[in-house]
């Protein structure tokens, strides 16, 4: 496997403990960001904290808190026998139309796949990109999947709370390769502004760099589809976007990938016919008909949102950070504190919180939560300031 470079953008040797300059080399951060651990891992916690897994209250996966779409699980019982005896309609010629009228989008520039984190997967090993350049913190699979494709990492630091200077950052990118962006960003909740955005597309053409825009939270935002990049026509532009999160159903897995070059229709004439399961096509095609169902959502977003930011800025020590995302970053300022500490003293409470010390570029002062709903939210605040009361 190729190693990885560690050097941000400027050429720099970083620690994942707050960006200063260090000389070392191998992967950053604590044991955890070689796995590239994720939240949502209910089992793992119940046999930890000998809690049934359907007990525990999840904040650390970033899911619609309004929960699938009403009547999905008997529209799935009803055709069970079916979907399980026959193989799914290939690339989901059925379901890819409606979302394509959906998102009033060319039906032959979508490419449906089993998750997010699968086509960024294919995305990587299909370009094969001698660089990868990865604003960090983010997502983990990025890094993963460039690794598994053979690239060179180059990481490039977002802080929280601050804003991405796209002028900076077009000036760094030394080579061809791939960029990717997540938009807005996990586990920071930033947006990039499309003019920026477009700015950055447009130089890393010019280089030889595709860039790969991921999605999944935008459509929980609120913002038009006009802000959406997958309007964008740029032959290196591609944009993922997980459909799960959007209608609650990480267990069956579903989004897409959309892209205008050449090298996007060489992947889709290439690609597995059967990538998406016969369960997760009729979900789809069933909640793309519920019309209402985004609306609530962001109802539902928008309040419990601006009721958590209130609650968070009246416990002392804790820092929270704005974002545009349904999930807030936050960072404990209290002497003693730690986001290990506190996930082991929620988890222990039934409830789980997103550690955020693997990321890159953050340390065991970070975390993160999910927008739930108000009996939820409540609970992970009576944990909150339980938890910090009781710090020196």
């Excluded at 191998?26 to 796995?35: D, I, V």
């Excluded at 990717?180 to 130089?203: K, M, Y």
């Excluded at 169902?293 to 800025?313: A, N, S, V």
């Amino acid at each position: 496997m190729v190693g990885v470079n560690l050097t941000n953008l400027k050429g720099e040797k970083w620690s994942s403990s707050g960006g200063g300059k260090v000389a070392r080399s191998g992967l950053s951060g604590n044991k955890r960001a070689e796995t590239g651990g994720h939240g949502g891992d209910l089992q793992a916690a119940a046999l930890e904290f000998g809690i049934r897994a359907e007990d525990f209250c999840d904040f650390s996966s970033n899911i619609n808190p309004l929960g699938p779409p009403q009547g999905l699980e008997e529209e799935l019982k009803q055709h069970l026998g079916w979907d399980l005896c026959r193989y799914p309609t290939p690339q989901a010629r059925d379901f890819r139309c409606s979302l394509a009228r959906h998102l009033d989008l060319p039906e032959e520039r979508l490419l449906l796949g089993n998750g997010a984190s699968e086509l960024i997967h294919l995305f990587f090993l299909w370009l094969r990109p001698r660089n990868a350049y990865i604003p960090a913190p983010s997502f983990s699979e990025y890094e993963r999947a460039a690794r598994i494709g053979g690239a060179r990492i180059i990481r490039y630091p977002l802080h929280p709370g601050a804003l991405l200077d796209p002028d900076a950052m077009v000036k760094q990118l030394s080579g061809p390769g791939a960029l990717v962006f997540c938009n807005p960003n996990n586990p920071t909740g930033s947006f990039i502004p499309p003019d920026s955005l477009e700015e950055i597309i447009r130089e890393s053409g010019k280089k030889e760099i595709d860039v790969l825009v991921d999605e999944s939270f935008f459509s929980l935002t609120g913002r038009p589809s006009s802000e959406s990049f997958s309007r964008h026509k740029s032959a290196n532009l591609w944009v993922v976007t997980s459909l799960t999160k959007l209608w609650a159903l990480p267990g069956l897995r579903l989004g897409y990938l959309y892209g205008s070059g050449k090298k996007f229709e060489e992947l889709t004439r290439n690609g597995d016919p059967w990538r998406v399961n016969a369960l997760a096509q009729r979900a789809g095609l069933y909640s793309l008909g519920d019309s209402n169902y985004l609306r609530r959502t962001l109802e539902l977003i928008r309040e419990e949102k601006e009721y958590l930011w209130r609650e968070f800025k009246g416990i002392q020590g804790l820092m929270v950070f704005w974002g545009e995302a349904n999930f807030f970053l936050l960072r404990g300022e209290k002497s003693g504190f730690s986001s290990t500490g506190l996930y082991r003293f929620m988890a222990s409470r039934g409830i789980l919180i997103r550690n955020a010390a693997n990321f890159p570029f953050l340390d065991d002062r970070y975390f993160r939560v999910a927008v739930r709903c108000r009996n939820e939210n409540i609970r992970l605040l009576d944990g909150l300031r339980q938890y910090f009361d009781g710090l020196l």
